[in-house]
């Protein structure tokens, strides 16, 4: 069993419309949990952490934590064609980090 | 906010040469940097997680005498390619974190062995 799983996609919404995306996660000792965004060609880059459970907006991001279930997600409301990436999910454990294979999205105009 | 950097962006070598690649935390101290490789259209894959004035801890599968990594100070950590070959030929990102914190990622290097 992987550490940190993802539904690889690819995920399509509507611009405009709400993509949410999930991740599952297997030790339960876990304390950290980040969203990161990769375009193609980039880097990672972070646009979410959530250290408790329930969630925490961010602008138009929501992260949601129940760590019962062991699991993250990521809502992006009001979805634009600049949110098309692939979104990593990442758990912290300890010293280690584990992420995910990613999400892809893609917004269609 | 955490800025990670690295050197150079991208690199082009001949077969058999050594590239070095240097990753720095631009306005932190990172207690812990990470090297990573990924390929097209892949996922991606940690290759050594190194902590300052230590030996780096490499990943199964990834050759610690192919992949030299140096952590010499709390801001620099270099990651050198031995012999490239044109397999080595990836984008090699780096990342930087305090402990209990976020990794900040850099921008990372696209290295083409021919």
């Given at each position: 069993q992987k550490e940190v799983e993802q539904n690889s996609g690819p995920l399509s919404v509507p611009e405009g419309a709400i993509a949410s995306l999930n991740c599952t996660y297997s030790?339960?000792?876990?304390q950290s949990f980040f969203w990161y965004r990769q375009y193609s060609g980039k880097s990672p880059e972070l646009i979410m952490s959530i250290y408790s459970n329930g969630d925490k907006e961010d602008g138009r991001f929501t992260a949601q934590l129940n760590k019962a279930s062991q699991y993250v997600s990521l809502l992006i409301r009001d979805?634009?064609?600049?949110?098309s990436a692939t979104y990593l999910c990442a758990v912290n454990t300890g010293n280690q980090f584990y992420f995910g294979t990613g999400t892809s999205l893609t917004v269609i105009p | 906010g955490a800025v990670v950097s690295q050197h150079p962006s991208w690199v082009i070598c001949k077969s058999g040469t050594s590239v070095k690649i240097e990753c720095r935390s631009l306005d932190f101290q990172a207690t812990t940097m990470f090297w990573y490789r990924q390929f097209p259209k892949q996922s991606l894959m940690l290759m050594a997680t190194s902590n300052e004035g230590s030996k780096a801890t490499y990943e199964q599968g990834v050759e610690k005498d192919k992949f030299l990594i140096n952590?010499?100070?709390?801001t620099l950590s270099t990651l050198t390619v031995t012999s490239?070959?044109?397999?080595?030929?990836s984008f090699y990102i780096c990342s930087a974190r305090v402990v209990g914190s976020e990794q900040y990622f850099g921008p990372g290097t696209r290295l083409t062995v021919t």
């Open positions: 030790d339960r000792g876990s979805s634009q064609p600049s949110d | 952590h010499a100070s709390l490239a070959h044109p397999e080595d030929s």
